[in-house]
């Protein structure tokens, strides 16, 4: 079965300042896709970031960007200059290319940023 | 609507009663998602939705649990005899296809259930 681990419960940066959520993953699959939601706390799941593992250009989104290594078996949200308006809870999810399309959900990151 | 919704917001209610929670996808989007989050956890999957059928239906923890959609639109989360365990925010989401699995899958408010 596949797991994803988040090894970060609370992370904190300085407004303007770049912060690297971790997240690692198992699988036995070859191809699946990898996510980013964040968690504001209106509770709204909001897509930051996707990433195909067939592909190994790194996704980025704006301010958003992963790092991604699939031989290593991780995926990382790197958020440059960033804003109050980040602060919210960040979930690494999985998802199989081949099975029933749920997602596979880390235990979050808690980001707060700093004036 | 422009998003998904879902109600009630809250439900607070008491053990070993029945609650329903339900879902409104966004117009058109097929697939519906019913997921779980406890405190301090992540997301737990409950039950995949492809139109009126549930092709996966692995996620849900007991058989206090079941799900419905009608018309390929709205659904009900029903549990019965809520246990103090079942305490937790319920997530439900759409997409427009399962035809691929990168499909974005979007996300109502949740209805955060408290049982006493």
């Known amino acids: 079965a596949q797991t994803v681990t988040q090894s970060q419960p609370e992370m904190s940066v300085q407004e303007a300042e770049t912060v690297t959520l971790s997240c690692t993953y198992d699988t036995s699959e070859s191809d699946y896709y990898l996510f980013w939601y964040k968690q504001p706390p209106s509770r709204q799941m909001i897509l930051v970031i996707r990433q195909e593992a067939y592909k190994q250009q790194n996704a980025t989104e704006n301010r958003f960007s992963v790092n991604f290594q699939k031989a290593a078996k991780s995926f990382s949200l790197k958020i440059s200059d960033s804003q109050l308006g980040d602060a919210a809870m960040y979930f690494c999810a999985y998802r199989s290319a081949r099975s029933s399309d749920k997602l596979i959900f880390g235990t979050g990151t808690r980001l707060q940023v700093f004036p | 609507g422009a998003g998904v919704s879902q109600s009630p917001s809250n439900k607070v209610t008491e053990k070993g009663k029945d609650v329903e929670l339900r879902c409104d996808p966004i117009s058109g989007h097929t697939a519906l998602y019913w997921y779980r989050q406890s405190l301090g956890q992540g997301l737990e999957f409950l039950i995949y939705?492809?139109?009126?059928?549930?092709?996966?239906k692995s996620g849900l923890p007991s058989d206090r649990f079941s799900a419905e959609r009608t018309g390929g639109s709205v659904s009900t989360l029903t549990i019965q005899r809520t246990q103090q365990e079942d305490s937790a925010v319920y997530l439900c989401?759409?997409?427009?296809?399962?035809?691929?699995?990168?499909?974005?899958?979007?996300f109502g408010p949740g209805t955060r259930l408290l049982v006493l």
């Open positions: 989401a759409s997409s427009r296809t399962s035809g691929g699995p990168g499909e974005t899958q979007y």
């Open positions: 939705f492809q139109g009126n059928s549930a092709p996966d």
